[in-house]
């Protein structure tokens, strides 16, 4: 079945950083992919996502491309700030799988001043 | 536009007593509707899922149950709260062809 793998946190980073998290997908279609972010005590927010292979998404910062060679959708971020401390998920919806999302167990993000 | 509102914010509840949490969607029609569980410090739980009126899909064996009495109402309940249902529950709902759209969450404590 479908799944996703991000990589294991916490993730700790220095202010000005360069972010990296890793995520991989499995899928039987064509998904949709999405990252999401939660911060302290809160639901989760759409960051960004791509529905198509070679896809850039793009927000706040944030960039991940949908490589479907590699089935992967990695997030990266050029400069953190401490306000991008949260945690971070990676999901896909397959139309193949009545557009279930599929997550991946998050990681979580500390920026240090 | 849609919005999607959940409640309570948080909640304190014996062992033992039932629950009931609700979710509402606003501005869409036959969404697919979630119901998940966050514990503390732990990804994301599919509790269940909801792709119509009166087809609930349980993820996980346990004593919470969910229905969808109308097409933008999702509900969460237990006959019998455990100590291990405490944790952070979210309501979610999507489209054919949207991403997720979350609830706030409820912060359930179980005591």
């Known amino acids: 079945g479908d799944s996703v793998t991000q990589m294991e946190g916490p993730v700790t980073l220095s202010e000005e950083a360069f972010l990296t998290i890793n995520c991989t997908y499995t899928a039987t279609g064509y998904p949709s992919l999405f990252w999401y972010v939660q911060y302290p005590g809160e639901g989760l927010q759409l960051l960004l996502k791509a529905t198509k292979a070679d896809d850039k998404g793009s927000n706040k910062g944030f960039e991940a491309t949908y490589r479907k060679e590699t089935t992967s959708f990695h997030l990266e971020k050029g400069s953190v700030q401490v306000s991008d401390s949260a945690v971070y998920f990676c999901a896909l919806s397959d139309a193949g799988n009545n557009r279930k999302l599929i997550w991946g167990l998050g990681t979580s993000l500390a920026v240090n001043p | 536009s849609q919005t999607i509102h959940q409640w309570p914010a948080t909640l304190v509840q014996p062992v033992g007593s039932p629950l009931s949490l609700e979710c509402t969607v606003e501005?869409?029609?036959?969404?697919?509707l979630y119901w998940y569980r966050q514990a503390a410090g732990r990804g994301l739980q599919l509790l269940f899922y909801?792709?119509?009126?009166?087809?609930i899909s349980s993820e996980v064996p346990q004593n919470l149950s969910a229905s969808r009495p109308q097409d933008r109402q999702f509900i969460l309940s237990s006959k019998k709260l455990l100590l291990s249902d405490s944790g952070f529950y979210l309501c979610a709902w999507s489209d054919r062809d949207t991403e997720a759209f979350f609830g706030q969450g409820t912060r359930l404590t179980v005591v």
């Open positions: 909801s792709v119509g009126i009166g087809q």
């Open positions: 501005g869409t029609s036959n969404p697919n």
